[in-house]
């Protein structure tokens, strides 16, 4: 058996979002919402997944829940995903409901808001005990047990167990869910702006306890998330998306001090320092992002890029590997 | 010696909202000075206190069930808090107006850009409704909005984000006030868009001779950019006023310093762990007797729980409320 470094491989993912119109509202258009997008997440690292409202960071995330539901609904969703299982590597993007079983368990999500994600009906013991009684064999005691040490793993007291979410702060709530997508043992946790909701104050409390728990579990963790700072904190590597395009993808350390693609540039400068004394005048992007529906041709960014050239209408530009990571322009250095 | 008498003084503003869960007392004691041509931060963390200031100053707070108890607000003169409203209402706009976090919910979306502008002006002055159209078509140019002639014409669901934030800066700039309260201006924004209308906002107010910004947010790294002068507030109190360098650089209150430890830094990688402020903002209906951060402070002592300490200069322009600086 052989343990490779990478656990997900993620090939070609596209999502497609049909668009219907007309009097008999036939399908008219589609919103690629993810156009084409690769990575790999290695075993115990932190990928970070950045970019403005639309680029399609979220959309990657639910699609690979998806595939993991083997749902489609009227989103389509194509590509592969291949998670190197202990028992070898499967494609989750071709299982059948019930072959997908044994790997659902697996990867597990974080949400955005711990007010709307947390059924407000049930128990703190019902919401993370629910994904025990699913996936696992145990007793009701042996669950009820878990549950507790899930608790004070998050920082929470196994006390407060038969209390509901309305009596806990965000930054509480926030656990609750952790505790939940630790409930059945995962690999790999999806987290979705898990701090954006919170509070400054708190988002370092919960940012923290992700990361004991990444190196307690050895858990991978795909961080999504728009607030540059905190993504730079906690992620290995980071993957920087424009309107569903995969445009920069290197190490975090790489992409923070030298970005390459005049996005990542322009995203980064954008961001606000917290050091008076170092104010400047920097670039700023021009404009706002296109609509998805009618996305520039070519390379998408190129209507508000500073170093646009005529060809850059004409192809999506490939990602090429330079200076230690993968960039999809041609004319950055 | 006009220049040295803060554009508006807030002397002892107590604004509190009487419920059936209790009193909150959200604004307790604030006294703050908003001076001629500065950007003046007020940071805090939710139940902070922060908009409740910033809507007390105009008048706008709910009653029932929010009531401002006690307190002056002194703005050319005369306590906005003893006029009739409808003198209050001839200075909202054009003596001090106010940007909100979201501006879908601050345009009406039933009516044209060009008629919530125009109106503006019609209601605050005698002029021609085409005389207040060109300035409105003017001011929509001068926040950089393309095509605005165009634009007078179309409805807020027509623009985007950032677009209907740069209308709803246009419409608090029309009547020249000389203070602009801004809650949260650029939350509901994406990162370049934020660094876009910050910059629009800073140089819109070069232009303007001696006017400010109270700028209320929660992040410290837009304070960092845009702000002179920093109030941090907890639990309805002012817990520290400093120019903004010295605020980052001599943090004195252990909440400041906590809040600016906990910010990942742009250069704080992976090994790094944040700062933390233990615990969660406390209950507004049961805030602490004494020291109203005590119960999530390390540095506390014996005077923490019981006496409220007051707020100190300890170097000019450097104020803080906080027990290990007095005793």
Known sequence: MLMTDTILDVRHLTVRFPVFGGVFMRRTAEVRAVDDVSFTLRRGETLGLVGESGC??????RALINILRAMSYDVEVSGQALYHHPSGVVNLAGLSQSAMRPFRSDIQMIFQDPYSSLNPRKT???????????????????????????????????????????????????????????ATNPKIIIADEPVSALDVSIQAQVVNLMQDLQEEFGLSYIFIAHDLSVVRHISDR???????????????????????????????????????????????????????????SGCAFRTRCSIARSDCAEAVPPRTSRQGRDVACPYSE | MTTAQPLVEIRGLRTHFFTESGVARAVDNVSLDIRRGEVLGLVGESGSGKSVTALSILRLIPDPPGRIVGGEILYQGRDLLKLPLEEVRKIRGSGISMVFQEPMTSLNPVFTIGMQLTEVILAHEVCSREEARQRSVAMLAEVGIPDAESRMAQYPHHLSGGMRQRVVIAMALLLNPSLVIADEPTTALDVTIQAQILDLMLQLKAKRDGAAILLI????????????RVAVMYGGKIQEVAPVEELFRNPMHPYTRGLIGSIPSAIGTKDRRLTVIPGSIPDIYDLPAGCKFETRCGDRFEPCAETEPSLIEMSPGHLVRCHLHTC
């Not at chain 1, 399609?56 to 995330?61: H, L």
């Not at chain 1, 569903?244 to 693609?261: C, F, K, Q």
């Open chain 2, 217 to 228: 947010t929660h992040d410290l790294a837009v304070v960092a950019e845009t702000c002179d």
């Open chain 1, 238 to 296: 980071i993957a920087v998306m424009y309107l569903g395009h995969l445009v920069e993808m290197g190490s975090a350390d790489d992409i923070y001090t030298r970005p390459l693609h005049p996005y990542s540039r322009a995203l980064l400068a954008a961001a606000p320092r917290a050091n008076p004394s170092a104010r400047e005048r920097r670039e700023r992007l021009p404009g706002d992002v296109p609509s998805p529906m009618h996305k520039p």
């Open chain 1, 56 to 61: 399609g960071k979220t959309t990657v995330g």
């Open chain 1, 124 to 182: 703190v013991a019902q919401i993370v005990g629910e994904p025990l009684r699913i996936h696992t064999k145990g007793t009701v005691a042996e669950r009820a047990d878990r549950v507790r040490w899930l608790l004070e793993k998050v920082g929470l007291s196994p006390d407060q167990a038969e209390r509901y979410p309305h009596e806990f702060s965000g930054g509480q709530r926030q656990r609750i869910g952790i505790a939940r997508a630790l």
